[in-house]
């Protein structure tokens, strides 16, 4: 990943996000990216714990559908460090919905387009600023380092994320 994509100034608006409400009154995170690599290589890296373990430690995943998933993120946060919970749709190679998390791949003329969506697991009296900005840029940060992962650079876990209170994100308030 270039390190000029750290200076929040420098990242390409499609790499961003973007934040919205469902029907509910629930608050998502997305992001799209488009890849130049096949839905197949792209549906390996999420799914083969091999090579999930690369890009994203801590994210173990039972592939069946109500299989056994959970993340422990590491470092720092300020959301839940622990995640956990079942797969509740599953549809090789392009859609694998893990509790809150949903990842969808598209065969495109380039690749694959990859759109990851996380619904907010918190009551919009709880949703402050620091909370959103932190779960923006985990998302991105694991985003990037899938990047980064399948164009066969090395991954450094320890870069840091991007700083989301200096950015303009679409849908946020």
């Known amino acids: 990943m270039n390190d000029t994509l750290r200076d929040p100034a420098t990242v390409p608006p499609d790499h ?3 934040v919205g ?22 549906w ?8 999930r373990e690369c890009w994203f430690p801590g994210f173990t995943l039972e592939l069946a559908l109500g299989g056994h ?6 470092g720092e946060c300020d959301g839940p460090a622990h995640m956990t919970g079942t797969v509740t749709e599953l549809d090789p190679p392009k859609l694998l919905q893990c509790g809150s998390m949903r990842y969808e ?3 495109t003329e380039q690749g694959c387009h990859l759109t990851f969506t996380d619904v ?11 909370i959103l900005n932190s779960i923006l840029g985990g998302w991105h940060h694991h985003t990037d ?29």
């Open 145 to 173: 380092l899938l990047e980064t992962y399948l164009a066969g650079r090395e991954v450094d876990q320890s870069m840091p994320e991007l700083d989301y209170a200096k950015v303009a994100i679409p849908g946020r308030d």
């Open 120 to 130: 907010v697991q918190y009551s919009p009296a709880e949703l402050n600023g620091k």
């Open 44 to 51: 390996a890296a999420i799914t083969d714990p091999n090579q």
């Open 105 to 107: 791949l598209k065969a």
């Open 69 to 74: 998933f959970e993340i422990w993120f590491g």
């Open 21 to 42: 409400k469902l029907t509910d009154g629930s608050t998502f995170v997305k992001f799209e990216r488009n890849l130049n690599h096949s839905v197949d290589k792209v």
């Open 16 to 18: 961003l996000g973007t």
